[in-house]
Each structure stands twice: as C-alpha cells, then as structure tokens.
C-alpha cells in the first residue's frame, strides 16, 4: 500500500518562490543580530507523572521523544508519542522537525503528553516490558472512566476489581475495612448513574471480585485488565468527523490497529463498514479529500471528506504508523525485540521465582505471625487466667483470714455461750430449785389464803352473830333502861306521898342486898337488877373490845399477806425474765419474755384482799 501527499510539491524557482526564499533569507539575516536563547523549557505529563526539560532550540521531535523514553525507561517506543493541542484539536509531534518549527503552543513551558499513539492487536504478545504494560493500563483505565471506551456495567466491575488489586494487593479483611474504596475514582459515572445503588454497594460489589484475585501480581493484573480492555469495541479506536462524498452525509472514521472503519453518526460500537489493512491497496489524500483503494480491484473505491487540513494530516500519520505496525507484526521480530522477549520472559520467570519465593515467605510470615498472634492471645489468656487466678488466691487467702479470724469469733463465742449455757444451767437448776421453793411458798400461801378465807367466812359469821347478840343486848339494855327508868318514877312518885318527912329529914335508904328492888304498891310489884345491868354493860364492852382487837389483829395479818403476795409476783417476774434472758443469750439473738399469765390468780388475791378490807 502507498500513500501519496500531492502537495509537496512546489516550484522552487518560481519568481514567488525567489522572492520567498530571499525574504527568509533576509529574516535570518537581521535575527542573527538579535540574542535568541539557546534552550527553552518543556513539561512533558505521563499517566503517572510530570517532568519538566530543557531542551535546546536546534532539538528536533525525535530528540525531545528519546529524552522522554530514556527518563522513563521505556524501550518499546514506536507505540507512543508526544501530544500537544492546537485550536481545540489534538497532534502529535513529528520526529523529523525542529520542535520549535511545528505549531506547538508557544507558552513556557511547552506541555506535551506522553501518550500511547498506537494499540497492539493482542497486548499479552505485543507489550513485552513492563513499563509499557504500566502505561498502557493507566491510559485505558482514563479513557474507560472518561468513557472514551464504552464498557458494559458487567466489564467496569470487573475491570475495577483488578484496578484495585493492582494498587492494593492482595484481598485483607483486617485492613481493607469497609469504605477504604470510597476515595478511588474505578467505574465511570454512567455506570453510577444507570442503577439506584449507593457507594457502598457498589463497593461490595468490586470487592467481592477484588477477593477473588488473591494471589495475583501487580503487572499480571494489569495484564488481565488490559486483555478485558482489548476485546471492547472502542479499544484503541481514534474517531473523526467525515462526511461522505459530495451528499454531505455525517459519517465518522475509525483508525485503530485493524484498518478503517465507518460508523453512523450515533454509534461508536458496530462500524457500518471496515477496511482491514490487509485489504487496502493505498490511501491517498487531497487537500480535504481522501481515497481508499481496496485491494480487490472488483471493489468500488470509497471516499470521503474532512473539513480540516490538519485533521488530514492526522488522519493520515495514524494511518502510516497503524499500517506499517500491522506489517511488522507480520514479520519476524527484529534482534532488539528479541532480546527484549528474551529479557522479559527472563525478568518475568526471575520476578516469578521471586514472588514465589515471596509467597512462601509471605505465607511462612503469615503463618508465623498467626503462631505469634496465637502465642500472644495464649499468652494474654494464661495471663488473664494467672491474673484472675492471683486475684482468686488473693480473695481466697482474704477469705481464709477472715474465716480464721470469724472461726476464733466463732470459737470465742462458743466458749462464751458454753460459759453462758452453764451459768444459765446453774441459774435454770437454781430457778427450778426456786421454782419448787416458788410452788411450795405459793402452796402455802394457797392454804393459808384458804386458811385466812375460812377464818374471813367465821370472822364474818361470828360478826353477824356478835352484832345480832349486841343489838339484842342493847335491845334488852334499852327495855332494861326504860324499865329502870319508869320504875324510878314510880318510886319517886311512892315516895313523895307515902314518906314526905322522911325524904325531907333522911336520905332513902340503901338498896336492899343482892341488888334487888322491890316495890310494891297495890298489885304492881317492880324488882332492880342493877349488878345484872352492870354485868351485861361489861360483858358487851369486854366483847366489843375483843372484837376491836381480833379485827385489828386480822387487818395486820391481811396486811402482811398482801405484801407476801406482792414480794412473791416480783420475785417470781424477776425469775421469769432471767430465764426468758439467759434462753436468749443461748440461742444467740434477743427474745422479750412473755407476759406473765397469772392475772387470773392475782385477781383472785385483790378480789380477795379486797373483801377482807372491807370486812
């Protein structure tokens, strides 16, 4: 395949072109006189970093890119390139021309992109270094997340967990808490915003596959991301705006490592029609016009138009390098990328051997810090059982102290309250001996009591009967009164009229001997007794005082059995306390004696003595 440019031509020596080239000539003429610097300075941005040059003026593209490739490492250099923007649109770098001589922003520094410019077809073959791998996966994951690339939500997922293991590592639950994802920008904000699901779920989700890439290096998870990546529609796709011969349909071209594809306007993913390379026979361009000859010469040739010149120009460099990279792929490996197979299939079973070797001294480490783990969670356990078992045997010796110290108590008070229950046996035997004493007093006392009753009952009798004879006695004393009484009368009366001289001259003579008078007068006949009348009053005055002093005598012993009856209750509440008291020092806690039940007998004895004051 050929491509032709018909615009390098041109008539040197044309009078136009003479009078060109004598102008320049005569510009370089009067800048030689002007200082020119001789370096200006550059900042070229990688996917993972920025670095700023100084280059000289007479640098061409090739030298500023061999620059870049040397700081960064990379040998694979015919995948990328240099980019910069011009007039809202995108270009790259030519090698072959001065840098200052392109239409590169004219700012200081000048920024340039190190980007990838073509894609392999099969990126496990194709990309042999690692840095290559690298830059490749940070480029695809950007454009997947700028959705430059479409991705299903499925393919973001996954692509996402391996994003995740490339920069974590392997799956921790004990450091990948929940939420260490919420910082990382992994699924693009389509995706977000298709489904009704919160961050966290989303990170479920991710970390779900995350844990299932354990094990996995970093550089072979960028692998596997990017042979995930390599079989989208628009992996590795550039895309114009074309329209179609002179209809002016919108069309838009696709240049990849594949060959050209048309698409619809308003679908990026199934192309309309393709041209493999392996299909083109050349492509050429004119002004804004472009041609593709199929191989097939049955085929029609296709055209199609762009509006910008410099979108041409484009088009044609991605063209160029896609095809003669489709060519070389083709062909067998050239010494250098041999020796660079060869030193990375070297470096990736030495990095293998390492990272088995680091497995089994990660999975050894691992396994000795779970015995050390182990060891210490015995060894915090043994000391948590050793602590509690001091503290046991602190509170046991405490306790066996104070079990001592209570058992003396205890022993103390046994002896006490053996001390006390053989005071309080004596004291029992005693009260029991009081008691009997109590019992036989109190019997007496009964019989006497019944003694004093029956002496109350005769007294009484007696009384009624002394006090029936002394009122017939002063029944009889009063009739005897009255009798003497009217016989006096009557005497005086006999007197007066029977001796007058005699009452006058003499006294009345004496009563006649033994007492008696005798007076008669007619028939009446009235006779004294006074001596009876005497012995009668002295009878009844010696009974009377007989009397005083047997009540008197019956009121002192009244008197001295009441007290008896008094001492005895006393005593016998006293004892009755004692007992209550030293039952109750026995049995080790306070009890208050009953009440003493003998209200019936001491009522007995009031209602007794009670009758005997009375009488």
């Known amino acids: 395949m050929k491509f032709i440019d018909k615009n390098i031509f041109c008539d040197l020596f044309s009078s136009t072109g003479i009078s060109l080239v004598f102008e320049a000539s005569k510009m370089s003429i009067l800048g030689l006189k002007k200082k020119q610097p001789k370096t200006f300075k550059v900042k070229v941005i990688t996917m993972d970093a920025e670095m700023e040059f100084s280059c000289e003026v007479k640098w061409k593209g090739k030298d500023l890119f061999d620059l870049v490739c040397r700081t960064v490492g990379l040998r694979e250099t015919w995948f990328f390139g240099l980019r910069y923007t011009v007039k809202d649109t995108y270009a790259w770098l030519k090698p072959e021309k001065r840098v200052l001589d392109q239409e590169v922003p004219k700012d200081s520094p000048i920024t340039f992109h190190f980007l990838a410019k073509f894609f392999p077809e099969k990126v496990e073959e194709e990309l042999v270094q690692e840095i290559t791998q690298h830059l490749f996966f940070l480029q695809v994951k950007k454009q997947i997340l700028d959705e430059e690339i479409f991705c299903s939500p499925e393919a973001s997922v996954l692509l996402a967990s391996y994003a995740v293991q490339a920069k974590y590592g392997d799956y921790d639950p004990n450091f990948h808490k929940p939420g260490f994802l919420a910082q990382d920008e992994l699924l693009p904000k389509r995706v977000l915003m298709q489904y009704q699901m919160t961050p966290d779920m989303w990170e479920e989700k991710i970390t779900a596959w995350y844990a299932e890439h354990r094990g996995i290096a970093r550089d072979e998870a960028e692998m596997d991301y990017l042979k995930i990546a390599q079989d989208l529609e628009m992996y590795g796709v550039s895309y114009f705006s074309i329209t179609q011969n002179k209809r002016d349909t919108d069309l838009q071209l696709g240049v990849d490592a594949q060959g050209l594809h048309i698409y619809s306007p308003n679908s990026k993913l199934n192309p309309n029609k393709s041209f493999p390379w392996s299909g083109i026979r050349n492509i050429s361009y004119s002004e804004k016009e472009f041609t593709i000859k199929p191989l097939d010469k049955k085929k029609d040739v296709f055209k199609f138009y762009s509006s910008q010149l410099r979108v041409n120009k484009l088009i044609l460099q991605l063209c160029i390098g896609n095809h003669d990279l489709f060519m070389r792929r083709r062909k067998v490996d050239s010494i250098e990328v ?55 045997l602190i509170r046991s010796e405490e306790t066996a102290d104070l079990l001592a110290e209570k058992a003396q108590i205890a022993e103390e ?19 029991e001996v009081t008691a009997l004493k109590t019992k036989e007093e109190k019997r007496l006392m009964e019989q006497k009591m019944r003694e004093a009753e029956q002496l109350a009952v005769k007294l009484v009798e007696q009384s009624e009967r002394r006090s029936k004879e002394a009122d017939h006695l002063k029944q009889d004393l009063t009739e005897a009164k009255d009798a003497e009484r009217r016989a006096k009368q009557k005497l005086l009366e006999i007197t007066k009229t029977t001796y007058p001289i005699i009452a006058a001259y003499s006294p009345p003579p004496p009563p006649p001997e033994g007492g008696d008078l005798a007076v008669e007068s007619g028939s009446m006949q009235i006779d004294f007794k006074d001596s009876d009348m005497k012995r009668l009053s002295m009878e009844i005055e010696r009974e009377r005082l007989e009397y005083m002093e047997k009540s008197k005598h019956l009121q002192d012993q009244l008197k001295e059995l009441k007290s008896e009856i008094e001492s005895l209750k006393l005593e016998e509440q006293q004892q009755q306390a004692a007992v209550y008291s030293l039952r109750n020092d026995a049995r080790g806690y306070p009890m208050e004696p009953p009440y003493m039940s003998h209200s019936n007998r001491n009522s007995a004895y009031m209602a007794q003595m009670a009758f005997f004051e009375e009488v």
């Not at 999975?363 to 043994?382: C, D, G, T, V």
Request: net charge positive; glycine share 0%; hydrophobic share 35%.
């Open 338 to 392: 041999q020796q660079m197979k060869a030193q990375a299939k070297e470096e990736k079973a030495r990095k293998k051997v390492e990272r088995q070797i680091l497995a089994r001294e990660k999975q050894m480490r691992e396994e000795a810090e779970r015995a050390k783990e182990e060891m210490e969670r015995r060894l915090f356990q043994l000391q948590d059982e050793a602590r509690l078992a001091n503290e046991a």
């Open 413 to 431: 008070e046994a002896k006490l309250l053996a001390h006390k229950a053989a005071e309080a046996e004596q004291e029992r035997q005693r009260l």
